[in-house]
C-alpha cells in the first residue's frame, strides 16, 4: 500500500487542519510538498492557508494522498465527478474510471456514488487514490434509509464522521439551502437543479424545520477539525439555465455561505465555495467578483459553468468555455462536466473527453493569469512542431495517446515519425517547411543587398 504521507501524520491529535498548523506558524510537510509542485515559497503557501485564501484538503486518514493546494495563488486545478447510480456500474468500473482520472490529469475526485456498496467503493478509492477524494455525504445518507423523511441530524452527522474516518479529503455540504431563501426559487425555470440542495429542501418541508446542516454547524465542524475534512459549501440553488442565472436566490443562499465560511474559519476549518453551473459569458466575471466580496476570498470551485443551454452531447465544451473564462477571472478549482451531462451516467471514454476538455480550461487560464511556468510546455510544443519532432508532439500533448492516433490514421509508418510533413498539407504545402525556405533564402538575400544586414536585426527577431 502507498503511504505516501504516513510519518507526516503520525502523531497528529487535536485540531490537525492544515489552516490550523498555518495559524500556528507551522508550516508542514503537506505545505513544503504544494510549494514545491507550485513553485512558492513555502511561506506563502502557510500564509494563504492560514488566510483562507487557499486549503489543502487532506484527511489524515488518507496517508496516500500526495497534497495538492486549491486558491489563487496556485495553478487552477480540476476536479473530475466519478461515481455509480441506482441504474448502473459498479466497484470495478468506479475504479477504472479514478484510474483513468489520473491518468489524464485530474487533480481531485469526487465520489458521487448514489447506488449499492458506497462505502465499498469510497474505501477502495481512497485506497488507490493520491489524489483528494471528495464526496456529497447526504447520498450515502439518503441511500441507507427508505425514505428522506426518516433523515435525522444525528444520522447525518454520523454518515459525515464514517466519510472522514474513511479519508475523505473534502465533502460537498448544502448548508445554505436555509428556510429564508426557499420562497426566491419560484421565478426560476429549473427551480432546484442541485441533488444535494433538493434533498435538503424536501427534507425541511416534510419535517417543518430548518436545514439541520445550518442549525448543527457546529457539530459539522468538530467533525471537520479531528480529521482535517475540508469544507466544500455546495450551492444547493446553483442557477440551472441561463434563465435562472444570477438570480436573487443565487446570491442570498452565497451571502449564507460566505457568513458560515467566517464560522468555519474561527474554528480552523478550510473551506470552499461551489460556484455556479449556467451562466452566460457576459455574467461570468461578475459572478466570481461577488463570490470574492460576499465569501471573503475563499477559493471558489465552479461547475463549469456552461454557457448555453442547447450543448447536449457537447456540454463539455459548453462548460470548458465558461470555465475558462471563470479560472481567468478567480476561480481557483473547475468541476469538470462530460458530454453525457443532462442525458446519463459518463462511461470511461466520458471521463476521458471532460478531464481533456477542463485541462485545456484551466491551462489556457493559468497562462492568462501568468502562472509561473504556465506557458514554458505550449513553447516548447511550438519548437516541436516547426522542428517536425513527432514523438515529442505527442509527448508534450495533453492526451498523448489521442494525438499520436490522429497523426497515425494517415501517417501509421514509424518513418513518418520523423517527415517533415503531415496528412493536411503533404510535403509540398507545409507552410512550416516553406518557412524555413523562405527564411533561408531572405537571409541569403539580405546579407547580400544590405551590406550590415543581421538576422537579429530583422522586424521578427528571426
Given at each position: 500500500?502507498n503511504?505516501?504521507r504516513?510519518?507526516?501524520?503520525?502523531?497528529?491529535?487535536?485540531?490537525?487542519?492544515?489552516?490550523?498548523?498555518?495559524?500556528q506558524?507551522?508550516?508542514?510537510?503537506e505545505?513544503?510538498h504544494?510549494?514545491?509542485?507550485?513553485?512558492?515559497d513555502?511561506?506563502?503557501?502557510?500564509?494563504e492557508?492560514?488566510?483562507?485564501?487557499?486549503?489543502?484538503p487532506a484527511n489524515?486518514?488518507?496517508p496516500?494522498?500526495h497534497?495538492?493546494a486549491?486558491?489563487?495563488?496556485a495553478?487552477?486545478?480540476?476536479?473530475?465527478?466519478i461515481?455509480?447510480?441506482?441504474?448502473s456500474?459498479?466497484l470495478d468500473?468506479?475504479?477504472?474510471?479514478?484510474?483513468?482520472?489520473?491518468?489524464?490529469?485530474?487533480?481531485t475526485?469526487?465520489?458521487?456514488?448514489?447506488?449499492?456498496?458506497?462505502?465499498?467503493?469510497?474505501?477502495?478509492?481512497?485506497?488507490n487514490?493520491?489524489?483528494p477524494?471528495?464526496?456529497v455525504?447526504?447520498?450515502?445518507?439518503v441511500?441507507r434509509?427508505?425514505?428522506v423523511?426518516?433523515?435525522t441530524?444525528d444520522?447525518?452527522l454520523q454518515?459525515?464522521?464514517?466519510?472522514?474516518q474513511?479519508?475523505?479529503d473534502?465533502?460537498?455540504?448544502?448548508?445554505?439551502v436555509?428556510w429564508?431563501?426557499?420562497?426566491l426559487?419560484?421565478?426560476?425555470?429549473?427551480?432546484i437543479?442541485?441533488r444535494g440542495g433538493?434533498?435538503?429542501?424536501?427534507w425541511?418541508?416534510?419535517?417543518e424545520?430548518?436545514n439541520?446542516?445550518?442549525?448543527h454547524f457546529?457539530?459539522?465542524?468538530?467533525?471537520?477539525?479531528?480529521?482535517?475534512?475540508?469544507?466544500s459549501?455546495?450551492d444547493g440553488l446553483?442557477?440551472g439555465?441561463?434563465?435562472?442565472?444570477?438570480?436573487?436566490?443565487?446570491?442570498?443562499?452565497?451571502?449564507?455561505l460566505?457568513?458560515?465560511?467566517?464560522?468555519?474559519?474561527?474554528?480552523?476549518?478550510?473551506v470552499?465555495i461551489?460556484?455556479?453551473?449556467?451562466?452566460p459569458?457576459?455574467?461570468?466575471e461578475?459572478?466570481m467578483e461577488q463570490?470574492?466580496?460576499?465569501?471573503?476570498?475563499?477559493p471558489?470551485?465552479?461547475?463549469?459553468?456552461?454557457v448555453?443551454?442547447?450543448?447536449?452531447?457537447?456540454?463539455?465544451i459548453?462548460?470548458?468555455?465558461?470555465?475558462a473564462?471563470?479560472?481567468?477571472?478567480?476561480a481557483?478549482m473547475?468541476?469538470y462536466?462530460?458530454?453525457k451531462?443532462?442525458?446519463?451516467?459518463p462511461n470511461?471514454?466520458?471521463?476521458?473527453?471532460?478531464i481533456?476538455a477542463?485541462?485545456?480550461?484551466?491551462?489556457?487560464?493559468?497562462?492568462?493569469r501568468?502562472?509561473?511556468g504556465?506557458?514554458?510546455r505550449d513553447?516548447?510544443?511550438?519548437?516541436?512542431?516547426y522542428?517536425?519532432?513527432w514523438?515529442?508532439?505527442?509527448?508534450?500533448a495533453?492526451?498523448?495517446?489521442?494525438?499520436r492516433?490522429?497523426?497515425?490514421?494517415t501517417?501509421?509508418?514509424?518513418?513518418?515519425k520523423?517527415?517533415?510533413?503531415?496528412?493536411?498539407?503533404?510535403?509540398?504545402?507545409?507552410?512550416?517547411?516553406?518557412?524555413?525556405?523562405?527564411?533561408?533564402r531572405?537571409?541569403?538575400?539580405?546579407?547580400?543587398?544590405?551590406?550590415?544586414?543581421?538576422?537579429?536585426s530583422?522586424?521578427?527577431g528571426?
Amino acid at each position: 500500500m502507498n503511504t505516501f504521507r504516513s510519518a507526516w501524520i503520525q502523531g497528529r491529535t487535536g485540531n490537525v487542519t492544515q489552516m490550523h498548523y498555518a495559524r500556528q506558524g507551522v508550516i508542514t510537510e503537506e505545505m513544503r510538498h504544494c510549494a514545491m509542485e507550485e513553485r512558492l515559497d513555502p511561506e506563502l503557501v502557510g500564509a494563504e492557508v492560514a488566510r483562507g485564501r487557499m486549503v489543502i484538503p487532506a484527511n489524515i486518514r488518507h496517508p496516500e494522498l500526495h497534497p495538492l493546494a486549491i486558491g489563487i495563488a496556485a495553478r487552477c486545478k480540476i476536479n473530475a465527478n466519478i461515481g455509480n447510480s441506482p441504474l448502473s456500474s459498479g466497484l470495478d468500473e468506479e475504479l477504472h474510471k479514478l484510474q483513468l482520472a489520473i491518468r489524464y490529469g485530474a487533480d481531485t475526485v469526487m465520489d458521487l456514488s448514489t447506488g449499492r456498496q458506497i462505502p465499498e467503493i469510497r474505501q477502495a478509492l481512497l485506497r488507490n487514490a493520491p489524489l483528494p477524494l471528495g464526496t456529497v455525504p447526504i447520498y450515502e445518507a439518503v441511500e441507507r434509509v427508505s425514505d428522506v423523511r426518516q433523515l435525522t441530524a444525528d444520522f447525518i452527522l454520523q454518515v459525515i464522521e464514517e466519510q472522514a474516518q474513511q479519508g475523505v479529503d473534502y465533502m460537498t455540504v448544502h448548508c445554505g439551502v436555509v428556510w429564508d431563501v426557499l420562497p426566491l426559487i419560484e421565478s426560476r425555470i429549473t427551480k432546484i437543479v442541485s441533488r444535494g440542495g433538493a434533498l435538503m429542501a424536501q427534507w425541511m418541508l416534510y419535517h417543518e424545520q430548518e436545514n439541520p446542516l445550518f442549525t448543527h454547524f457546529d457539530r459539522l465542524l468538530e467533525i471537520c477539525t479531528r480529521y482535517d475534512v475540508t469544507l466544500s459549501l455546495g450551492d444547493g440553488l446553483r442557477p440551472g439555465c441561463l434563465h435562472d442565472a444570477s438570480d436573487a436566490a443565487q446570491f442570498a443562499e452565497l451571502r449564507v455561505l460566505g457568513a458560515l465560511t467566517k464560522r468555519a474559519w474561527e474554528q480552523d476549518v478550510q473551506v470552499m465555495i461551489e460556484g455556479p453551473g449556467h451562466v452566460p459569458l457576459d455574467q461570468i466575471e461578475m459572478n466570481m467578483e461577488q463570490e470574492r466580496l460576499l465569501c471573503h476570498e475563499a477559493p471558489f470551485y465552479v461547475l463549469g459553468p456552461l454557457v448555453t443551454d442547447i450543448a447536449a452531447g457537447y456540454d463539455h465544451i459548453a462548460s470548458a468555455i465558461g470555465g475558462a473564462v471563470a479560472a481567468w477571472k478567480g476561480a481557483s478549482m473547475l468541476c469538470y462536466v462530460t458530454p453525457k451531462e443532462h442525458l446519463g451516467l459518463p462511461n470511461a471514454e466520458d471521463v476521458r473527453n471532460g478531464i481533456i476538455a477542463y485541462k485545456i480550461a484551466a491551462h489556457a487560464a493559468d497562462i492568462a493569469r501568468q502562472r509561473p511556468g504556465a506557458r514554458e510546455r505550449d513553447d516548447e510544443m511550438s519548437r516541436a512542431r516547426y522542428g517536425f519532432d513527432w514523438n515529442r508532439q505527442f509527448s508534450l500533448a495533453l492526451d498523448p495517446e489521442r494525438a499520436r492516433a490522429y497523426h497515425d490514421e494517415t501517417l501509421p509508418n514509424e518513418a513518418h515519425k520523423s517527415a517533415e510533413f503531415c496528412s493536411m498539407c503533404g510535403p509540398r504545402f507545409c507552410a512550416y517547411k516553406l518557412s524555413r525556405d523562405v527564411t533561408t533564402r531572405y537571409q541569403g538575400v539580405a546579407a547580400r543587398l544590405v551590406p550590415d544586414f543581421c538576422p537579429e536585426s530583422a522586424p521578427d527577431g528571426s
